[in-house]
């Protein structure tokens, strides 16, 4: 089982930049993955982006050209670097790992998230 532990979350203006961090531990040897989603208030967990072993990416349309995805495998860590942020950004942040399938991610551990709120 993966442990993902999030931080960089915080209260950005529109415009900004965040960096938010996931670092995994325990056995990942099953994962393909690892991305991000996210949940705004009264709304459904979407996909926001993730990265496979090889270092492709994926993102969502709402967040390309905005939004970095990365890892670094020495230290079992993965990276969301936030830029133009807006204020439809603000949600709770997941990470997670997963598995690549038929070209599609489906996470399989989550972190327990963190906040990020962007407002004026």
């Known amino acids: 089982q993966v442990q993902l532990v999030e931080s960089g979350g915080g209260l950005v203006q529109p415009g900004g930049s965040l960096r938010l961090s996931c670092a995994a531990s325990g056995s990942s040897s099953s994962a393909t993955a690892m991305g991000w989603y996210r949940q705004a208030p009264g709304k459904e967990r979407e996909f926001v982006a993730h990265?496979?072993?090889?270092?492709?990416?994926n993102y969502a349309d709402s967040v390309k050209g905005r939004f970095t995805i990365s890892r670094d495998n020495a230290k079992n860590t993965v990276y969301l670097q936030m830029n133009s942020l807006k204020p439809e950004d603000t949600a709770v942040y997941y990470c997670n790992s997963g598995i690549i399938a038929i070209s599609r991610y489906y996470p399989t551990s989550w972190g327990r998230g963190t906040q990020v709120t962007v407002s004026s």
């Open positions: 990265i496979t072993n090889g270092g492709t990416t």
